[in-house]
Nanobody, 118 residues
Framework: QVQLVESGGGLVQPGGSLRLSCAAS????????VGWYRQAPGKQRELVAT???????NYADSVKGRFTISRDNAKNTVDLQMTSLKSEDTAVYYC????????????WGQGTQVTVSS
């Protein structure tokens, strides 16, 4: 069983930065696609960024150039560095892991709130 625990959310002013971190339990992390999704009030959950086991990344158009996803397979962690934050980035951010590659099952963290406001 995989458990994902997020940390690093909070309140930040527009233009500011935050770093989210997700720690995974178990021994499948290095073989998994991991990423971050977010859900704003009244909206559907949407992809923010993903990173494959080989390090290939994918970003939503709305965060390209502002957010950077990275992973450390030795520590079973995936981070999301967020810069130039905007009010529209306000949401609950969820860590996601997909495994196995041939028939991915989704695993989710509990979510961490990010609020961008002056």
């Amino acid at each position: 069983q995989v458990q994902l625990v997020e940390s690093g959310g909070g309140l930040v002013q527009p233009g500011g930065s935050l770093r989210l971190s997700c720690a995974a339990s178990g021994n499948i992390f290095s073989h998994s696609v991991v990423g971050w999704y977010r859900q704003a009030p009244g909206k559907q959950r949407e992809l923010v960024a993903t990173i494959t086991s080989g390090g290939s990344t994918n970003y939503a158009d709305s965060v390209k150039g502002r957010f950077t996803i990275s992973r450390d397979n030795a520590k079973n962690t995936v981070d999301l560095q967020m810069t130039s934050l905007k009010s529209e980035d306000t949401a609950v951010y969820y860590c996601n892991l997909k495994f196995p590659p041939w028939r991915p099952q989704d695993y989710w963290g509990q979510g961490t709130q990010v609020t961008v406001s002056s």
